[in-house]
């Protein structure tokens, strides 16, 4: 867990650059109340970009644990892979396919006649991502994001570093749950949370590295 030279630097732009990254675009998913009035110009972007960094948030998370021994880093690993899988499937359902399939019935000037098909993906109790509903694939993302990061604090924790980044990822970890949307604020509070302590981490990692180096010398 503790890379130098390069790899640091490589380590640092997935660690803290990929949720950065995804904590941004968080802040302009949008909120949909009808699907049919969506702006799909940014909802199209936003998933588009999220099929990506979701994956990319669950290896940033997987690193930050590299190297770490014990259950916890483990249930780290698994549960990010869970959500790595999930959310890029239900990224891609309730995302892309039901984006694709308003801005065809769109096109057609006869809108409402798409409406049941359309909804019966968005308000699928799978794949679907409609206001009240409870769709799995989103549960379990959430679900395995939530144990993922309170694992990832454990392991952190047990590994010596301070309480600050096991604080986030706490704070990280009941986002999703306390939120129950990765739109405003539920996915900036989480992926920002998220990063802070991977940012943090990595700033506990040089300090860590510079007194073996200097004896070295």
């Known amino acids: 867990m503790t890379p130098s030279g390069r790899p640091r630097i490589r380590a640092m732009v997935l660690v803290v650059g990929a949720p950065l990254a995804l904590a941004v675009l968080e802040m302009f998913h949008p909120h949909p109340h009808d699907v049919f009035e969506l702006d799909l110009r940014t909802w199209m972007v936003v998933h588009c970009l999220q099929i990506p960094l ?18 916890a880093a483990s249930i780290c690993r698994v549960g990010m892979f ?3 899988v999930t959310y ?27 409406r049941a ?17 409870v769709p799995l694939l989103a549960v379990l993302g959430a679900v395995a994001w939530s144990l993922g990061t309170l694992a990832a604090a454990v392991a952190v924790r047990r590994a010596g570093y301070s ?38 981490l990595q700033w506990e990692q040089t300090a860590r590295a510079e007194p073996r180096a200097d004896g070295a010398a």
């Open 117 to 133: 098909p359309v909804m019966a993906v968005w308000t699928d109790p799978i794949i679907g991502g409609a206001p009240g509903t």
């Open 88 to 114: 890029t499937a239900f990224d891609t359902a309730t995302g892309i396919v039901t984006g694709v399939l308003v801005k065809a019935a769109r096109a057609t000037g006869t809108p409402e006649a798409w």
């Open 54 to 71: 979701m994956p990319l948030a669950a290896l940033a998370t997987i690193v930050l644990v590299r190297g770490l021994p014990g259950f």
């Open 82 to 84: 869970v959500l790595a």
């Open 163 to 200: 309480w600050t980044p096991v604080l986030l990822l706490t704070v990280s970890a009941l986002g999703l749950v306390v939120f129950r949307t990765h739109a405003w604020p539920g996915g900036p509070v989480t992926i920002g949370s998220f990063t802070a302590a991977a940012a943090w």
